[in-house]
């Protein structure tokens, strides 16, 4: 399941050296100039997983295989986007084919790396970028909401329940205020999703701050923190250069420089993981001897949902699931053992997954 998560901010705040370092190559470039990045970069992104090797290590597998996030990284947006100002308009529409939006917020200070703004304040880079995105919405749906008003007229009941949640989402834009914050009722929501607003997306704040910083953040980032849990929203603490540079380490030179900077674990693994729980995403895994993989679905995900992101075949002819917790599968030493221990479930249609299952799908085609 491809989840995508696009990484937007001001120029020189950091997006390009986060994305170097998220995808370990230096696809996206990074300078100290604004609009270096000249087409929006996609990069695939293992996500941290240490239950994935135990579990691989008791299966005799071939082949581990991680699941998987995908990071968009988007060109600076500045003051204007929305009428086409910088790169505006082509990269608006990038935004809006992601699943959520991470805002790369500048928490350090560098008079080597120029600021648009001349002065290093997050929290109005961050009301500059979602204006902009808060206007691209508002001229989308202004010029959307005269077509679904004729048809409304005619009598189209689909019609009318576009135009009752595009006035929701404009009268929430024309009060200065995200769509993602409109109370949209769960039957619509389906409906509210298709209108595919920049500022309906999940947000997470990204604290880019300076080495010094990076295990216990600064007075800038502390701000964007004390918002985002104003908010609602999660918000993290990199410090992007550090992470470019551990990038380029072997794994055990990465543990030593970690230590020293007294940091548990890459900032790149806070994010993605922080990235699931803004997404309500979770992982099962398969495991045998040729290979065992995690994959990624949605809290609340059921069996025979489960088995369609392997290939819809599964779940069309969804028989049952074999499944096994995590914790089971490791304390009996394996599938066999477990299943004489009778801790293997067979699973029907109904059963919601648990994070950490391992599954084996029984199906007809």
């Known amino acids: 399941m491809g989840f995508q998560c696009g990484i937007v901010g001001l120029p020189n705040v950091g997006k390009s050296t986060l994305f170097n370092a998220l995808t370990q190559t230096a696809n996206a470039q990074a300078a100290n100039y604004p609009f270096c990045t000249i087409e929006p970069n996609v990069g695939e992104v293992a996500v941290p997983e240490p239950r994935l090797e135990k579990l691989a290590q008791i299966a005799g597998s071939k082949e581990v295989i991680p699941a998987k996030m995908n990071f968009v990284d988007i060109a600076g947006l500045v003051a204007g986007a929305s009428k086409g100002e910088g790169l505006g308009n082509q990269f608006l529409a990038t935004i809006r084919e992601v699943d959520a939006v991470i805002y790369v917020l500048r928490c350090f200070e560098d008079d080597d790396i120029t600021h648009v703004a001349g002065k290093i304040d997050p929290l109005p880079d961050l009301e500059t ?83 010094g910083s990076a295990a216990t953040g600064n007075a800038f980032s502390d701000i964007v923190v004390a918002h985002a849990a104003k908010d609602g929203a999660y918000a993290v603490v990199i410090s992007a250069q550090i992470e470019a540079e551990l990038a380029m380490l072997a794994s055990d030179e990465r543990a030593e420089y970690l230590a020293d900077l007294e940091l548990d674990e890459p900032g790149l693994n806070r994010l993605i993981h922080a990235g699931y729980r803004l997404l309500d995403l979770q992982t099962y895994f398969t495991a045998g001897p040729k290979e065992t993989r995690a994959w990624t679905i949605r809290i609340g995900d059921t069996a025979p949902k489960a088995a369609g992101v392997i290939h819809g075949d599964f779940e069309k002819g969804f028989i049952r699931a074999e499944t096994i917790a995590y914790e089971d599968y490791v304390a009996c030493n394996g599938d066999q053992a477990a299943r004489d221990a009778g801790k293997m479930r067979s699973e029907g249609k109904e059963y919601v997954v648990a994070d950490g299952d391992v599954m084996l799908f029984r199906f007809n085609v």
């Open 129 to 211: 970028v979602e204006t902009e995105l808060m206007l691209a919405d508002l001229e989308s749906l202004e010029k959307r909401k005269i077509a679904h008003e004729k048809k409304a007229r005619s009598g189209d009941k689909e019609a009318k329940q576009m135009v009752a949640l595009i006035d929701l989402a404009l009268g929430q834009l024309n009060n200065g205020q995200p769509a993602r914050y409109a109370d949209v009722p769960k039957a619509e929501r389906a409906a509210w999703k298709a209108l595919q607003l920049l500022t309906s997306k999940p947000v997470l704040y990204v604290c880019n701050v300076d080495e």
